[in-house]
């Protein structure tokens, strides 16, 4: 298995229709190298709703599909 998204991104945030419920996934072969980053990412996302590091969160969200 190789665990990507259908458009190859990361499936990042909170869950629309489960609020609570937090997505990092579909890293590829990539989850090693990722994971210190969008880490940091989701742990802002969590506690302060943005994150500097990313600015546009919304294109990684599962409601993309």
Known sequence: LYPLAP???PVLGEAAALPGFHH????GG???QLS???GRVAADLIV???S???P???RYSLERF
């Not at 990092?24 to 890293?27: K, S, Y």
């Open 7 to 9: 458009d190859a991104a």
């Open 24 to 27: 990092l996934a579909g890293l």
């Open 30 to 32: 990539n989850g090693i």
């Open 36 to 38: 210190g980053g969008l």
């Open 48 to 50: 302060d709703g943005a």
């Open 52 to 54: 500097p590091l990313l």
């Open 56 to 58: 546009d969160p919304a």
